[in-house]
């Protein structure tokens, strides 16, 4: 019992402290490009993986990457899998009850994509009878449910941003509301995007999406927070995250307000 005791408390150590031992173990849901996925030689690719590396660089850490599904991502932080969560993860209030974040390092606005000219609208009254789609565990998920869902609008949650692609091209829903990079880049600067775009303008709650996207961290995790704040400085500082943003969203402004 005493050799068993020791083995797994030696084990909490090791999960606890990876972080100081200057490794950073990243969650992230590889589902969801430009921001990440894997390319044809099944490697990591996007803006969250190269903003990660830049951000280890500065803070003289050495990365590595935990795949998780999205909703699962908060509580597989929260179960140590991870050292931080990297998977365009916005701030909300409902999410800091759980988990804490560093300093916003960027914002996306959030918009709706669906058939051009189907003359919807991006409002309850506009939604009437559609079925819309959204990443599930998402704050695109919680816009829905709030503002749509309960005028009787259909809202349909999907493991992976790709399911909800696949459905709206077969016609089992009508639209789905993503962060618009995730649509302009993951959809409709494809072929088969074609015949789709943006509908309306981009949605507005800050209570429910929040501040800006940063890295989540666990609760209390004040000296990571404070080293991690340091480095996103230090890349907004030299310009790396307004050069990733031109590289990968081209004609979105990225600036936290």
């Not at 972080?19 to 969250?48: H, I, K, M, T, W």
């Not at 803070?59 to 050292?83: H, M, Q, R, T």
């Not at 009508?174 to 509908?199: E, N, R």
Request: neutral net charge; aromatic residues 8%; glycine residues 12%.
């Amino acid at each position: 019992m005493k050799l068993k005791a020791l083995i797994l408390g030696m084990g909490l150590i090791c999960s606890v402290s990876s972080f100081a031992a200057g490794e950073l173990r990243f969650g992230v849901e590889a589902e969801y490009p430009p921001f990440e996925s894997r390319n044809a030689a099944g490697e990591l690719q996007g803006f969250d993986i190269d903003l990660g590396n830049a951000i280890c660089q500065a803070a003289a850490l050495k990365c590595s990457w935990v795949e998780s599904s999205f909703d699962s991502l908060i509580p597989g932080l929260v179960a140590k899998k991870f050292d931080a969560i990297n998977s365009a993860m916005n701030i909300t209030e409902q999410r800091r009850k759980s988990i804490d974040f560093t300093q916003p390092i960027y914002r996306i606005p959030s918009q709706l994509v669906g058939k051009e000219g189907s003359g919807m609208q991006a409002t309850p009254e506009g939604l009437q009878g559609k079925t819309i789609g959204v990443l599930q565990g998402s704050i695109q998920e919680t816009y829905a449910k709030e503002h749509w869902e309960k005028h009787g609008v259909t809202v349909v949650s999907y493991k992976d941003q790709n399911m909800a692609w696949a459905d709206l091209l077969n016609g089992r829903i009508d639209a789905s509301l993503v962060m618009s990079a995730a649509g302009q880049a993951g959809f409709l600067s494809k072929p088969q995007g074609k015949g789709f775009g943006f509908i309306g303008k981009p949605v507005a709650d800050d209570t429910i999406l929040g501040s800006g996207i940063g890295f989540g961290l666990r609760k209390g995790d004040a000296e990571q927070k404070k080293q991690l704040d340091a480095a996103i400085d230090k890349v907004r500082a030299d310009g790396t995250i307004t050069k990733l943003a031109a590289t990968y969203f081209p004609g979105i402004d990225v600036s936290v307000k």
